[in-house]
């Protein structure tokens, strides 16, 4: 079952369970799916491609959370934090600093990197190495540190 699939399925579920938040969640989702299909002219899009539109709305949820906290917004707090939640629930566990070291030096070995004008070449190299499973922040962070110890 695809990731596509998934979503389709668990939006039938969410109508039959009368679970409103969890509804238009994934609505927004599908909406930003059928976008991308449309954009691509593709009839149906792959799991990479679900996985980044996913990225995206929760990066955006992120943000929103932050500037909710900052306005005094509670409600709206606790209800795009319930939203992120679901969306999360659709990405792959994310990796741990432990578990990026490896990939970020096989990056830095693959593109042979000599130091920071490397940067986008590695987080290209980091990225596809983590396969949509690390927070781009701290991967960036420790190509960064990596980076700067080789000059």
């Known amino acids: 079952m695809t990731l596509g699939e998934k979503i389709d399925a668990d939006i039938k579920e969410a109508m039959k369970a009368k679970d409103g938040i969890k509804l238009s969640t994934l609505r927004m989702l599908k909406a930003g799916m059928k976008n991308l299909e449309i954009e691509k002219k593709a009839e149906k899009l792959e799991d990479k491609d679900v996985m980044a539109i996913i990225s995206k709305q929760i990066k955006q949820h992120k943000d929103s959370i932050d500037g909710f906290t900052k306005g005094n917004r509670q409600d709206l707090v606790d209800k795009e934090t ?3 939640k679901i969306l999360e629930s659709y990405m792959p566990k994310m990796l741990s600093a432990d578990e990026l070291k ?14 920071r004008a490397d940067m986008g070449k590695v987080m290209k190299a980091a990225m596809e190495g983590a396969k949509g499973a690390a927070d781009g922040k ?5 190509v ?4 700067a110890k080789l000059g």
Request: glycine letters at 4%; zero cysteines.
């Open 102 to 115: 490896p990939i970020v030096k096989n990056a830095i070995a693959a593109v042979d990197a000599k130091g």
């Open 144 to 147: 960064s540190e990596e980076l």
């Open 82 to 84: 319930a939203e992120l």
């Open 138 to 142: 701290m991967l960036s962070q420790m």
